[in-house]
């Protein structure tokens, strides 16, 4: 039973243009959303993260919106750039619980 | 930032033999660490939580016997794969996670590779 869903396997984006990753998740007790970015043979690397009381937060070329009623969060890269190829896992967790469900990751490809 | 340190990053190994992966959080205290495996182009699957000073929780159908974990203090936590076999073969990942309860993401280390052969 997958509590968060990544239905894109992967994604290719030109240079410079947006990059939009989506998330789904069907529980909605959770309250904490993160996305983290992993490249080949490393572990992943946290990049931005909300929580259920704000609907966007953003960092840099980094934006997450947040839809809690359908569900839904997606990951913003503006302008996207070549180094950003990687993989991009969504993950979701109850406020003071440990445990981190993730998604099945997209691969991202950004083109020059 | 939070700095999660693992080693070894790649074990290859004889089928029976019983291999140690080690986590440490560098520059913070983790009463909480996580231990993940990832199979290809799949996603990072918990196998357990490891809490200093007490016993891991397991997730279900992850063998306590066969993936032993000691969090002996507040920096480090260990994996030990008893008696592997090449099902085993996989990429583990730890993570950990600042104290204070709260909303605070968990910081990875960069994996280990193990392969039986």
């Known amino acids: 039973d997958q509590q968060v869903k990544q239905n894109s396997p992967s994604l290719s984006v030109q240079e410079g243009r947006i990059s939009i990753l989506n998330c789904d998740y069907t529980?909605?007790?959770?309250?904490?959303f993160l996305w983290y970015k992993k490249y080949p043979a490393e572990g992943p690397t946290f990049l931005i993260s909300i929580s259920s009381i704000k609907d966007k937060n953003e960092d840099g070329r980094f934006t997450v919106f947040l839809n809690k009623s359908a569900k839904h969060l997606s990951l913003h890269i503006v302008p996207s750039q070549p180094g950003d190829s990687a993989v991009y896992f969504c993950?979701?967790?109850?406020?003071?619980?440990?445990?981190?469900?993730f998604g099945s990751g997209t691969k991202l490809n950004v083109k020059p | 930032g939070a700095v999660v340190s693992q080693h070894p990053s790649w074990v290859i190994c004889k089928s029976g033999t019983s291999v140690k992966i080690e986590c440490r959080s560098l520059?913070?205290?983790?009463?909480?660490m996580f231990w993940y495996r990832q199979f290809p182009k799949q996603s990072l699957m918990l196998m357990a939580t490891?809490?200093?000073?007490?016993?891991?929780?397991?997730e279900q159908g992850v063998e306590k016997d066969k993936f032993l974990i000691n969090h002996a203090s507040l920096t480090l936590s260990t994996l030990t794969v008893t008696s592997a076999h090449p099902e085993d073969s996989s990429f583990y990942i730890c993570?950990?996670?600042?104290?204070?309860?709260?909303?605070?993401?968990?910081?990875f280390g960069d994996g280990t590779r193990l392969s039986i052969l």
């Open positions: 529980n909605s007790m959770f309250d904490y």
């Open positions: 993950a979701a967790s109850q406020y003071n619980f440990n445990k981190f469900y």
């Open positions: 520059d913070f205290q983790a009463t909480t």
């Open positions: 993570s950990a996670r600042l104290g204070g309860g709260g909303n605070q993401p968990q910081h």
């Open positions: 490891s809490n200093e000073g007490s016993k891991a929780t397991y």
